[in-house]
């Protein structure tokens, strides 16, 4: 049984856990499966938006498939969520994506 498969059985038994549903996604994104991935990121902040860590992952898939205004606007958004819970590492690590695609 693949990794993905096992995520799916999990999720399916489990709920919605957003970190199986975070781990699923990093899954997709390993075999190129960006869609999948995109979905499972954009489910699990309209669910859970203070899921920090799915901003950085969503923003760098957004900047690879060339949507870079969304790019934006995902790290912007995981930036006020990491400043809410004080999470300066996540804060530290949006800001840099962003600054990198400014420049």
Sequence with gaps: MSRIEKLIEFIETS???S???????????????????RNLFNELLLREPTYVGSYYHLGKLLERVGDLQKAIRIYQRGMEEAK????????NELQGALEDIEE
């Design 19 to 37: 970190f199986l549903q975070h781990a699923l996604a990093l899954e997709y994104i390993k075999i190129g499966d960006d869609e999948k991935a």
């Design 15 to 17: 709920g919605k856990d």
């Design 84 to 91: 809410r819970a004080g999470d300066h590492h996540a804060l």
